[in-house]
């Protein structure tokens, strides 16, 4: 994954996510509950792994965008809820769909919102950023697998 064009909050808990998987290395095992669910993903793509890898990196290939987009809603000099549901809506549905139903819930939490102001939403957009950055840690390492 390209990390330069992330956002810096996506990039560190991308980091955080790698590091701690590192350091269980050689450890004594532990059970790992994967942030992707195997079995939708494959009814998603009939069980073929090419394609499955295909709609993973198209996935993380939006992770940068999405995030932009949030960071962007909030950012802006008026808070812009409306590009911030569609960001949240957005990433809810591509999370859904590769079965990253961690992302999914947060995104949904972030989307539904009640009391919208962009110092009530950096929570969200942290918790974003976590689910985001341990699952795409789990996709590389799948990867290779």
């Not at 569609?86 to 947060?106: E, I, M, P, Q």
């Not at 957009?125 to 840690?137: D, F, G, M, V």
Request: charged residues 25%; contains cysteine; aromatic residues 8%.
């Amino acid at each position: 994954m390209n990390e330069p064009g992330l956002t810096r909050g996506y990039a560190i808990a991308a980091k955080r996510a790698r590091a701690g998987a590192a350091s269980r290395r050689g450890s004594a095992p532990t059970v790992l509950i994967s942030p992707i669910d195997h079995d939708h993903l494959a009814r998603y793509t009939f069980g073929d792994r090419e394609l499955e890898i295909e709609v993973l990196d198209l996935f993380l290939g939006e992770v940068p965008r999405t995030m932009d987009k949030l960071n962007a809603a909030v950012a802006a000099e008026k808070f812009d809820p409306k590009a911030w549901h569609y960001a949240c809506h957005t990433l809810k549905g591509s999370a859904r769909a590769v079965g990253a139903f961690d992302v999914a819930r947060a995104a949904e939490r972030a989307e539904n919102i009640e009391h919208l102001s962009p110092e009530y939403v950096a929570d969200h957009i942290a918790e974003i950023a976590r689910t985001l950055a341990t699952a795409a840690a789990y996709i590389e390492t799948w990867r290779k697998g």
